[in-house]
């Protein structure tokens, strides 16, 4: 494939294998389908050796402590830079990935006030007012770790709804009340410096 000067092959069809891949967690994550999608192209076989973390630099910590050999990072993730930047990880590649669908979920049984609690993680903070049904508004943004952290809430009622994904919503038992739709997102993949792969 001849690629202009410049540009990134998003498509994986290049690359080493993978043994292991470290991402930000719980189980429902957008990060987490990314870092399934990319061992469905290029794990090494067998069942996916995916490990999740509470936050993308425990995962970064893991691979460089050799728990994992790759990290899949967003790069909507406003902290992404410290990945690039340290000197003890490599850049290995990128690659476009759907996010599962975003929605607003509620807790079922849970009478939504008017001006809600919505959890969220910070990145996909401006589809809250795309997504939020106009019966709604906001009263007050409870920050996640995650997209399913913010379901937990939601779940736990710490928060009126949730800006999560399927995976999520549906692990924490939670309904849609809005339309939902997946984000178009680039993926970054690191390992560490002076490693083939």
């Not at 290049?14 to 292991?20: D, F, K, L, N, R």
């Not at 919505?118 to 401006?126: C, K, N, Q, R």
């Not at 009622?157 to 997946?182: C, G, N, Q, V």
């Amino acid at each position: 494939m001849n690629q202009a000067t410049g540009w990134i092959d998003t498509a994986l069809s290049a690359g080493p294998s993978v043994e292991t891949i470290g991402t930000l967690g719980p189980a429902g994550t957008s990060s987490e389908q990314a870092a399934l999608y990319l061992w469905a192209d290029h794990g090494r076989g067998g069942p996916p050796a995916v490990r999740l973390y509470d936050t993308y630099e425990e995962a970064g910590d893991a691979l460089r402590a050799g728990a994992v050999s790759h990290v899949v990072v967003a790069n909507a993730y406003a902290s992404v830079h410290a990945f690039y930047m340290d000197p003890s990880l490599r850049f290995a590649g990128a690659f476009l990935f759907d996010t599962p669908h975003y929605g607003i979920a509620v807790s079922q049984g849970h009478r939504i006030p008017k001006a809600a609690r919505i959890a969220t993680h910070p990145a996909p903070v401006p589809l809250v007012e795309e997504l939020l049904p106009k019966e709604y508004s906001v009263a007050e943004i409870r920050y996640a770790t995650s997209t399913s952290a913010a379901a937990d809430q939601a779940r736990r009622r710490e928060a009126d709804l949730a800006l999560t994904t399927m995976p999520a919503a549906k692990a924490h038992s939670l309904e849609f009340i809005s339309r939902t739709r997946p984000i178009r997102m680039l993926w970054s993949v690191f390992t560490l410096a002076g490693t083939d792969s």
